[in-house]
């Protein structure tokens, strides 16, 4: 792999990683440097990758984990910056984006408990299976799910929706 | 045993020279080519290594232990070298120092070559055409923009081209690799290990049975034909808009992953192939048989067909 | 509160963007530290990353040929055909002027083992390649420069795709085989034009 090829990778999904640490440590600056270190393991990593699965699943499987090291090396930053968080988000939303109702929902999004907001941004927003957060959280499957349903009513009621049918 | 002193050598040249020189002196003339014949004692089991730029080389293998070469040279070209060094005999034409040739046939050497018919051979050619018979040992052939014609004698072949095709009977070979830019690829027989690269060759294999396969393209298509994978035998091919066509003998016991981005998977056995979850293309993956080989297909734009059986 | 323009969770969370750019290009710093010495990778886990670090699962064979030679070998690394016996290097030697000053055009490896060797071997072979080139008659020459552009074309091809679909192994595969076909190319002409070359006699 060349150093250009693995830029045009870096290109194709920084946005991704960078929108899964963002949510996962409510710090815009931590953001940074947890995808700055991601994209560096995944490039170490590069010669066990297969090729089979998703690319996106391997980064953000290395992402989460980069995260889950932050915070054992870094307790004190637990403080999560909304307003820095808002307009991160805000920036990436298409313009006619109706962006009060989803900035509303990532301000919810991020007043939630650690582990309900961990799981609902990996199963809810980017789509993984219980399965694959539960193996990235390190968590039990069962624990996923209950924390999934934690999550999910917790936002019900802060933003009136109605809950899915569990 | 080995009759190329230097002193000879430096005769030979002196004498060719001689020879030449009134071509040199007067331009003006047509040069003709003259008959050029040499022969020297080869080890039969040796390695044989022919290089020329421009005209024709034509290998045969034979039963006697030695090297003949005979055939014309142009007028331009300086000499022919042929030495032997204890197992190795090499046959070398050589052009005058500073030129590359020119593209008219003062720079040819037109050679019939035969070696002892168990020799390793290694010819590296730049636009001279190759015809090429009854040789056993191993073959490795490169060229320019020169013509590979004839068969592989049964071993194992390692030929590349940048813009000549490739013609090759294999049949008894165990192991080909292949390399082209743009020359067009005609391969037969080899059964078992088969290494393919193209750039914007076609390349159509007719091949035995598989162990192992890699095929990668860029924009040639490539099409093989082979009697079936072996157990655990793997059949790799990548293509960026090339179309890429595996037809087998038998059904395969493999696993198959075949990814298209945008180009059409059509197969003939096991099930349709699907459009992707996440993104666009398509997928074709499924146990055929008992599984154990592997057959995996990537292409960009180019389509893949995959077929086995009648 | 505002009203929800969702009818559930599901669908307000799916629709949330799972992109989001950060506010600075993040890529200097990373290509900086992916192309710093071989310390990081024995401080980033041991034997184990040194173990992984400098060999590279590739499926196309000539760089899986390379992965077991010595890094003084570029032979391994650049060459097809080890058979020859003419490393890269040597092909060099013979014919190469000083080496060319590395290029933005030139590509940069971060396999920090072969850092500097490769991109100035890289660098040389391209320009033994654009010598070689010379050589030859116009009509081969014109093939071969034809079949560099569809190589780079079905580059360019390949990432622009990649930046609409990221989640595709299969174009990052065949990305890397273009760039080895790229390398190939060189060599293959490199290797092939050498009985061109003005003999001693």
Request: glycine residues 18%.
């Given at each position: 792999m060349e150093g250009q090829d693995f830029e045009a990778l870096y290109r194709a999904h920084v946005g991704q990683v960078y929108g899964l640490c963002l949510r996962l440590t409510g710090q815009p600056a931590l953001a940074e440097d947890c995808t700055q270190e991601c994209f560096i393991k995944a490039w170490r990593a590069l010669p066990g990758f297969e090729g089979r699965s998703q690319m996106a699943t391997w980064l953000h499987r290395i992402a989460v984990n980069t995260v889950l090291g932050l915070r054992r090396r870094r307790p004190g930053d637990a403080l999560r910056d909304a307003a820095l968080l808002d307009d991160a988000i805000a920036e990436a939303l298409p313009s006619g984006d109706d962006a009060p109702g989803t900035l509303d929902l990532e301000a919810a999004l991020d007043r939630l408990p650690q582990g309900a907001r961990d799981v609902l941004v990996l199963?809810?927003?980017?789509?993984?299976?219980h399965e694959a957060a539960a193996s990235m959280l390190g968590i039990a499957v069962g624990t996923s799910k209950a924390q999934l349903h934690r999550g999910r009513r917790l936002l019900a009621r802060q933003l009136g929706i109605g809950m899915e049918a569990a | 045993m080995n009759a190329n002193t230097p002193k000879n050598h430096a005769m030979r040249c002196a004498t060719l020279t001689a020879l030449l020189l009134p071509a040199f002196a007067l331009p003006a003339l047509a040069a003709a080519s003259r008959p050029f014949s040499a022969q020297k004692p080869a080890d039969p089991t040796g390695t044989v290594e022919i290089i020329d730029v421009e005209g024709s080389i034509d290998i045969a293998g034979w039963d006697q232990p030695s090297v003949e070469v005979t055939g014309t040279i142009g007028a331009k070209v300086e000499r022919v070298d042929v030495a032997s060094s204890g197992n190795r005999t090499t046959v070398r034409v050589v052009l005058p120092r500073?030129?590359?040739?020119?593209?008219?046939?003062?720079?040819e050497a037109h050679l019939k070559i035969r070696v002892p018919q168990k020799s390793q051979l290694e010819v590296s050619l730049v636009s001279a055409d190759l015809r090429l018979a009854g040789v056993a040992g191993t073959a490795h052939l490169q060229t320019v923009s020169g013509e590979i014609n004839g068969d592989g004698g049964g071993g194992d072949l390692e030929v590349a081209s940048v813009s000549g095709d490739i013609h090759l009977s294999a049949r008894g070979s165990h192991s080909g690799r292949f390399k082209t830019v743009s020359g067009d690829l005609v391969i037969s027989g080899v059964d078992g290990d088969v290494q393919l690269s193209t750039v914007s060759g076609d390349a159509r294999l007719t091949l035995g049975t598989l162990s192992r396969a890699q095929l990668s393209s860029v924009s040639g298509d490539v099409n093989v034909t082979a009697n079936g994978l072996a157990a655990a035998g793997q059949l790799a091919a990548d293509s960026v808009s090339g179309d890429v066509g595996v037809h087998l003998g038998a059904v395969p016991d493999a696993d198959i992953d075949v990814q298209a981005f945008s180009g059409e998977i059509h197969n003939c056995f096991g099930p349709k192939a699907v459009e992707e979850q996440y993104g666009p293309g398509s997928r074709l993956s499924f146990r055929s048989g008992k599984g154990g080989g592997h057959i995996q297909i990537d292409s960009k734009s180019g389509d893949v067909t995959l077929c086995a059986g009648k | 509160m505002t009203t929800p323009r969702f009818t559930t969770i599901e669908d307000a969370l799916a629709s949330l963007p799972r992109a989001v750019q950060p506010a600075r290009d993040l890529w200097p710093a990373i290509s900086r530290e992916l192309a710093a010495p071989p310390a990081d990778v024995a401080l980033a886990g041991g034997a184990a990353a040194r173990d992984t670090a400098p060999r590279f699962a590739l499926k196309s064979w000539p760089l899986a040929l390379a992965?077991?030679?010595?890094?003084?070998?570029l032979a391994g690394a650049l060459?097809?055909?080890?058979?020859?016996?003419?490393?890269a290097a040597a092909l060099v030697a013979r014919t190469a002027p000083a080496p060319a000053p590395v290029t933005a055009r030139t590509l940069v490896n971060f396999e920090p083992l072969h850092n500097a060797e490769y991109v100035s071997a890289r660098s040389d072979l391209e320009q033994v390649f654009n010598e070689r080139l010379k050589l030859l008659a116009p009509a081969t020459r014109a093939r071969i420069q034809a079949d560099l552009e569809t190589i780079r074309k079905a580059n360019a091809d390949i990432r622009a795709a990649l930046g609409k679909d990221p989640a595709s192994p299969l174009l990052l595969k065949l990305l890397q085989n273009t760039g080895q076909q790229e390398i190939d190319l060189y060599t293959s002409v490199a290797q092939t034009t050498e009985p061109m070359l003005a003999r001693r006699t």
């Open positions: 199963v809810g927003v980017y789509g993984h299976s | 500073g030129s590359n040739g020119g593209g008219d046939d003062d720079y | 992965a077991s030679l010595a890094v003084a070998s060459c097809w055909s080890v058979w020859r016996e003419r490393p």
